[in-house]
DNA sequence: GTTAGCACTCAATCCCAAGGAGTGCTAACA
DNA sequence: TGTTAGCACTCCTTGGGATTGAGTGCTAAC
């Protein structure tokens, strides 16, 4: 037993792509006649009862045409959509110039995924948790401060101040070099514990409270990346649409897309949920934002292999260009797994 | 001879405090109720078509009450403000915790500012334009990759990967540390010419490319202040405000803070035409962006010393609470002044 | 110089009628 | 039995008065 037959489903996704195109609610008369399946509206309209009886559509009131419901949408997005290849050839160029500064990269990247779709784009730096120390250096700055550099084997640099008392004179600079390269090179986060910095201070003897420093810079090098940064794109596209445009709403969203700590839960989110390879699309209220229940947000994860990975998302109204955002979501995702991976290899 | 007499001084004073308060034209009904003038709407009627002859006010339409004019904000913000004492006690709270990250206070700044105003705040990171050289290291991270670390006299640190064909040994990256210290420290970036860099890559002879690599991040840092960061909070501020509530107007502006680059060009400005300690106003207009001809713009200047300062700006309605607004800012400026001095005392 | 009074203007609001898009239902048809 | 034409009905939208009310300018009197 399949819920829709055919013509059923034929009509709805006549039904849902005319709603994509106009953002008005069609009605049968529409759908009998720029659909090639010949029938009359009178009998669209009782196919088109039964589709709202089974929540795939729905009207605005009584006597409007129909709009889809998230279920339609749902239906649509798992069943309907075809697998168009475009070619997302802009990107390409943009990817190129700079590929040295991973923010300025990604800023790019949401900004073109912002002007492809015309939605809001969002992009998350690579998360490097459980990432693992690869270099880690201290110098004397000046007389009272000594400067921790941290490098990740993700390439990915770190530094912070570390204020002393006096200033150390260079052997035991370099002692203390060698100790903490040598004891924490390539541990992750986890694998420092207890026993690791016990046996770490009792080496340092006196400069104790510096390995303590250090470790402290190191802890909030692993824990600032978990609030991670978030960059957003063409955030005002969403006034473009007018179901999105009243001020309430709009409000709401913006301040969402401002405050990006709601975005990082849906970041964690989509990590959680993720199919590897999968493209997440969350429609209307599925959507782990509650700002967000009047959209639809389709996000991707890109990899960088050794647990890192950084995540994508378009949002838009519900009635956006599926097809399109899926689009350059995929070409976008397997071109950033390419730079990162390039840029490892180098 | 002056313009305005005490009681047109009075009567439009009346009038613009009661329109930043409503947002509504004023009549001549409501002067005459609620000041201290004691008289009839008839004579504000003759007054207030006198003002209007001098350009202080004006009529939306017809038969509708008066508001004022840029003309008239402008006096009010040079002439008629009090000077009011506020106490700012909740920044100092939010400015102790974490002075260590620079971004992470500014951010917190513009929230802050945002928060105590609902206007828009936008803050720049300082920009360190003219900052000399401190401290300078270059170290092997991997096989071929060597990190070069860059201090300067404000205690901001840079980093830079320079890929090599090969591993240096220990002993001629000490040289090449001695001698890029020994030529650079101490030198702000037009104090690095050619004669330097010619005797520079002379005397490291087979490794001229090593500092040429350096030379370029050295250079990538000083530049890449110019494109200075700007952060914004409470862009969404201006949704609350009617008069600039229409999709068009917020949709513009929400673009010009998105796009931050227009915001530099804002930065630029305050700075060339800076009165020092002062407080800018920008009144419609007045503004050296195009976008915000519909809003006010009230920016001041921090410093640092040592040529390095950042701007920190409030964004909205021209009826916008200008008191409230200046007195905001001279104590954030303050704040931030004595913050990032107790930061480098340290 | 100030004020009361009055006629006038004009945006905003409400109401109502007309229009139209779309539906559901029924009856007829193939 | 599925399809279709027809019709009554619903309800949003549009547009045109009419009404209201805030506010003005002007005049004449105090």
Redesign the interface.
């Known amino acids: 037993m399949q819920e829709l037959d055919e013509r059923k489903t034929k009509i709805l996704n006549a039904i849902i792509r005319n709603y994509l195109d106009t953002g008005e609610p069609v009605g049968s008369r529409t759908i009998s006649k720029y659909s090639d399946l010949n029938l009359s509206s009178a009998t669209i309209r009782n196919e088109m009862s039964d589709l709202e009886e089974l929540g795939y559509i729905l009207q605005p009131h009584t006597s409007a045409g129909r709009i889809p419901s998230d279920k339609g949408y749902r239906f649509y997005v798992d069943n309907l959509m075809k697998e168009k290849n475009q070619e997302v050839t802009e990107m390409k160029e943009f990817m190129i110039e700079h590929t ?1 500064r991973m923010e300025q990269v990604l800023k790019q990247m949401a900004k073109v995924l912002a002007a492809n779709t015309n939605y809001t784009a969002m992009i998350t730096a690579p998360s490097y948790h459980r990432n693992k120390v ?2 880690l ?1 201290l ?1 004397q ?2 007389d ?2 000594l ?1 921790a ?1 941290i ?1 990740t084997e993700g ?1 990915l ?1 770190k ?1 912070k ?1 570390i ?1 002393t008392r006096e200033a150390l004179d260079n052997e035991t600079l370099l002692k203390l070099n060698i100790l903490l390269n040598t004891s924490l090179n390539g541990l992750s986060a986890e694998e420092i514990n207890l026993g690791t910095i016990a046996r770490l201070k009792e080496q340092a003897g006196i400069h104790s409270n510096i390995v303590s420093d250090v470790l402290d810079a190191l802890a909030g090098v692993f824990q600032e990346d978990e609030e991670l940064e978030v960059y957003t ?4 596209n969403i ?1 473009k649409y007018p179901e999105l ?1 009243d ?1 309430q709403k ?2 709401e969203l ?2 969402a897309f ?1 405050e990006k700590k709601q975005l990082v839960t849906l970041v964690n989110e989509t990590l959680a949920s993720q199919e590897q390879t999968g493209i997440q699309v969350y429609i209307g209220d599925e959507s782990p934002i509650q700002n967000m229940k009047d959209c639809s947000l389709v996000t991707a994860t890109y990899q960088l292999g050794e647990g890192m990975q950084g995540t994508i998302g378009i949002i838009g109204p519900k009635r956006m260009d599926y097809e399109n955002v899926m689009d350059n979501l995929k070409t976008l995702k397997s071109q950033l797994d390419a730079v990162f991976h390039k840029n490892k290899e ?1």
Chains 1, 2 share one sequence.
């Not at 794109?233 to 005002?236: A, Y």
Request: proline share 0%.
């Open positions: 040295e690869k270099f250096q110098s700055v000046d009272k401060q400067l550099v490098v390439n640099v530094n101040m204020s794109s063409g955030t005002t006034l445009n001020s709009a409000s913006l301040n401002e180098q």
